[in-house]
């Protein structure tokens, strides 16, 4: 049985120990057991009800989360990271009205990152047995590097043929008005 599932026999047999009730398995009480077992298993964190309102009342007095750890590190009293106080409140877990007394009102410090994700066109997982595997000519691979440095920025083309591994590296201008993007676009 264990190899047909793919698991060591051990790990089987530990399971039909755990859920075998009067000689035989039940898969339904036995899943229903497993969720029992990992919810017990989950640590609950430093949340309190009491924690929660003092820190609501800090918030709600303008003060913000580095702030309010500062104070109860100097009062003595228990403490989480001010990175938690944020998750609680984006999460919702502390009042959510409150983003709007905070000093950014809630937006990120810096925006995500967008670049480098392709949308459009095949991923490159997905390509033919042949062109995978570099048995056939006339398989071509083209990348395009931007130089992101001070004012000077270039453009270099780089164009790879699969079975050879033939390269070619161009140098091409970058701006509005290149002469190859009428060709190529």
């Not at 580095?66 to 502390?94: A, M």
Request: a positive charge; charged letters at 25%.
């Amino acid at each position: 049985m264990a190899r047909e599932l793919g698991r060591y026999p051990s790990t089987i047999c530990r399971e039909l120990e755990r859920a075998a009730s009067s000689g035989s398995y039940q898969a339904g009480p036995a899943q229903s057991a497993y969720q029992e077992r990992r919810k017990a298993s989950i640590p609950n964190g430093k949340w309190s009800d009491t924690l929660a309102a003092s820190l609501e009342e800090k918030l709600e007095a303008t003060w913000s989360p580095e702030q309010i750890i500062g104070r109860f590190r100097f009062d003595g009293l228990p403490v989480v990271s001010f990175k938690t106080i944020y998750r609680w409140i984006y999460t919702g877990r502390l009042v959510r009205g409150i983003l709007h007394v905070l000093r950014h009102k809630g937006k990120r410090q810096k925006p995500t990152e967008t670049r480098g994700k392709f949308t459009v066109g095949k991923s490159i997982s997905n390509r033919p047995k042949e062109v995978r595997s570099r048995e056939t000519f006339g398989n071509w691979e083209l990348d395009t590097v931007v130089s992101g440095r001070a004012k000077s920025k270039g453009c270099v083309a780089m164009i790879i043929e699969r079975m050879t591994r033939l390269y070619t590296a161009i140098l091409m201008p970058i701006g509005r008005h290149c002469p190859w993007k009428s060709h190529w676009v």
